[in-house]
C-alpha cells in the first residue's frame, strides 16, 4: 500500500502535469479505438505492454481473459463489451492471453480448486478449450500442455465474442476486427492468432503489412 500512495503522490506532482492537455482533453470524454480483454494477473500491464497513452484502451481484465458466451444473465463483461461496441464505436477486440497463467492451470486441475467454488465455476468458461487439448493427448491433459491451452483459450474466447449480438453485427458488415494474442512474459514477445494457417505467429508476421506501413510514415 506504501507503493501506490507514494506514486498517486508523484503522479500528481509529475506524470498529470507533463500530460495536462491529454488529461484536460479526457475529462470530456474517450474515444478508443481497441477494447482489450486480458487477464487479471498483476504481471500483466496493458498500457506497457503496448506503449499506449490514457485513453487509448477500453480495458476488460479477469481471471483467464475469459469471455462468457451471450446469454439472458448480464454480466460485467457482457455488459462492458456492449458498451464499447455499441456505445464507443471500437474497431477491434483483442483477446490477450499470457504465459505461466494460473486459471489455465486451474482449469487443468478443476479438484484442485474445488474449494474456491467461484473460481471453478468461472473457469468452466475454459471446459471447451482444455477439452479440445485434452483430446489432442490420449485423453491426458498436463503441465506440458499449459502453453497450447492458453493459446486454445484465446481461440475459444474469440468464438465466444461471436456470439455476442453486437459483436456479431458488426463482423457482419466488417466494422470491427477480433483479435488474438498471447503474451510472454519472460520473453516480453507477444504472438498473435492468424486465421490463415489456424495458428499463433509473431506480431511481425501478423501484421506486416500494417508494419510496413509505419515504417514508410516514420
Known sequence: ???????????????????????????NGQSPEVLLITCSDSRIDPNLIT???????????NAGNIVPPHSSNTGGITASIEFAVEVLGVQHIVVCGHSDCGAMKGAMNREAIKHLP?????????SAAAARVKARHDGTLCNDHLAELTEENVIMQLKHLET?????????????????????IAKGTVVCYDQNSARFVPIADRYASILHRLRKTA
Not at 507514494?6 to 488529461?23: A, N, P, Q
Not at 453486437?166 to 476486427?177: K, P
Open 118 to 126: 467461484h473460481v471453478s465455476n468461472w473457469l468452466g468458461h475454459i
Open 51 to 61: 506503449q499506449t497513452q490514457p485513453g487509448d484502451l477500453f480495458i476488460c481484465r
Open 1 to 27: 500500500m506504501d507503493k501506490l500512495i507514494s506514486g498517486v503522490t508523484e503522479f500528481s506532482k509529475t506524470s498529470f502535469h507533463e500530460r495536462r492537455e491529454l488529461f484536460a482533453e479526457l475529462a
Open 164 to 184: 455476442h449480438p453486437s459483436v456479431s453485427a458488426r463482423l457482419a458488415t466488417g466494422d470491427i476486427e477480433l483479435h488474438g494474442w498471447v503474451y510472454d
